[in-house]
């Protein structure tokens, strides 16, 4: 598939712009989402697991560290090596050493199985098909013990095929290296679901520097999650509209808390 459209492919051809990847070392990650609302729900059920817990997609380790500074004996697995290198430095920075993995999420094989799996922010996006979905809840549970407790978001939301206008995503002065940065995202919705992201970063500080960056991602129906969840073997403790678990009834994202049926 063609990753670039609208202004970013027009930046990118006419070598206005260079290109970036979403989760590399010129991330703007830790400085666009330096939220922690979902926290307390994760760590919560990552005490119930009573055991080690795997944070898959666990990027720059946004939960890695309360899981940690909680006392849990946590894991993280991410695709990107630049991200895992962002984690293990924030972890390093606060004292603690936590096993790190570089591995794809709809196969991997650590060789070790958990008590708990947490899949935070929407990483399960990335599986962008009903075959991908399958796969990496298989995954999960050849990777949890019997009675093992998986728990993640994902967006649900149903979206207007098309291209959304060019919105601000973010704009501010970076924290890290005091550029003053802008970030303006475009999606391109297909019939499936799936969409295409892109973003171009405006680095506005001398010399002006504009990067692009692609992604696809997927939304997927409560329904068919479900249908993955128990064909992959779990049974769903519950499906909540927010991290206050308040059950599911609408709302574009859906919070999971399932657990490994005890085998035979
Ligand atoms: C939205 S970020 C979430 C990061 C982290 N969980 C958090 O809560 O901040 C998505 C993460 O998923 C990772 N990712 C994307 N595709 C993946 C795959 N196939 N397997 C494992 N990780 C993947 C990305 O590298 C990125 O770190």
């Known amino acids: 598939m063609e990753h670039y459209f609208g202004l970013a492919q027009e930046l990118l051809q006419s070598g206005r712009a260079g290109e970036g990847s979403a989760y590399g070392a010129d991330s703007l990650y830790d400085y666009a989402v330096q939220f922690q609302h979902d926290a307390v729900f994760y760590v919560d059920v990552a005490r119930q697991c009573r055991g080690k817990v795997l944070d898959v997609g666990c990027g720059s380790g946004r939960m890695l560290l309360p899981l940690a ?16 290198r962002l984690a293990a430095a924030k972890l390093d920075a606060y004292g603690y050493q936590v096993p790190l993995h570089q591995g794809d ?11 708990g799996i947490v899949i935070p922010y929407q990483s399960m996006m990335y ?25 993640f978001d994902f967006d649900c939301s149903e979206q207007e095929v098309g291209d959304s206008l060019p919105y601000l995503a973010l704009q501010g002065v970076h924290p890290f290296h005091g550029h003053v940065m802008l970030q303006v995202v475009q999606t391109r919705i297909f019939a499936d679901g799936r969409r295409l992201l892109n ?15 692609a992604s696809e ?12 969840l128990q064909q992959a073997g779990f049974r769903i ?10 059950p599911y009834q609408a709302g574009p994202e859906c919070v999971v808390l399932a657990e490994k049926v005890v085998e035979g």
């Open 105 to 115: 999420m709809e196969a991997f094989h650590l060789g070790e199985r958990f008590a």
């Open 127 to 151: 599986m962008t098909s009903p075959q991908r979905r399958r796969r990496a809840l298989q995954c999960m549970a050849a990777h949890l013990q019997p009675g093992g407790l998986l728990a």
């Open 217 to 228: 991602e997927s939304s997927c129906s409560v329904e068919e999650m479900r249908e993955h």
């Open 69 to 84: 500074e909680a006392g849990i004996a946590c894991a993280g697995m991410d695709l990107s090596p630049e991200m895992l």
């Open 237 to 246: 403790v519950g499906l909540y509209q927010d991290y206050e678990r308040t």
């Open 199 to 213: 973003q171009i970063n405006y680095d506005l500080t001398e010399p002006v520097r504009i990067t692009v960056q």
